[in-house]
């Protein structure tokens, strides 16, 4: 069964500042996708990046960019020029390709990250 | 453009009740996938529905039974429900496989 590992229960990172979020994962598969979601104390979850792993540039979406390398199944995330609204707790998520016959989202257990004016 | 919205927000049941939560998916999305998150924890894949039919079940009882209506829209149904059902259910909207966009979940109180 895939397994994705946050290591970092909770991290912190001045207003401005650049913070990253370690990730790892285990699969066997060679497609998949990896996403990091976003959870505010409103609990909606947000999606906040996708990769595709057969692609090797790593994805961007404004101030938030991944650093994915498959060979070692890491897929961190950093927060540029890191805002209040930022504050909030961040899953890293897999799920294979549907060609796979799985469709499930696998979530890891969450980096909370405190934003720190 | 409605995002994927569920219903109730909040509920509060007694044990060895039965309860029905509803989800209406993103305009234009085919396929409902439902999670239970626990307090402190990331959410776990419930079941996803597409084309009426349970394509995909996670490690969960059959206690925990769904449906979705021809308009996509999707209700999961839990039996005789125990405390550790108490969490927040996300329900999450896709065409066809992914990327999933999420609701603001219900939040299931067990007594």
């Known amino acids: 069964a895939q397994t994705v590992t946050q290591s970092q229960p909770e991290m912190s990172v001045q207003e401005a500042e650049t913070v990253t979020l370690s990730c790892t994962y285990d699969t066997s598969e060679s497609d998949y996708y990896l996403f990091w979601y976003k959870q505010p104390p409103s609990r909606q979850m947000i999606l906040v990046i996708r990769q595709e792993a057969y692609k090797q540039q790593n994805a961007t979406e404004n101030r938030f960019s991944v650093n994915f390398q498959k060979a070692a199944k890491s897929f961190s995330l950093k927060i540029s020029d890191s805002q209040l609204g930022d504050a909030a707790m961040y899953f890293c998520a897999y799920n294979e390709d549907s060609g796979a016959g799985s469709y499930q989202l696998t979530f890891g257990k969450g980096t909370k990250l405190s934003v720190i004016p | 453009d409605a995002g994927v919205t569920q219903s109730p927000t909040h509920l509060i049941k007694t044990r060895g009740q039965q309860v029905t939560l509803r989800c209406s998916p993103k305009s234009g999305h085919d396929t409902v996938s439902w999670y239970q998150q626990a307090l402190g924890q990331g959410p776990q894949f419930i079941f996803q529905y597409y084309e009426e039919e349970e394509r995909q079940r996670g490690n969960f009882p059959d206690r925990f039974s769904g449906h979705q209506f021809p308009n996509y829209s999707s209700e999961l149904n839990v039996n005789a429900l125990l405390l550790g059902d108490s969490a927040l259910y996300l329900c999450?909207?896709?065409?066809?496989?992914?990327?999933?966009?999420f609701g603001d979940g219900t939040r299931l109180s067990i007594l």
């Open positions: 999450a909207s896709s065409f066809r496989a992914q990327p999933q966009h």
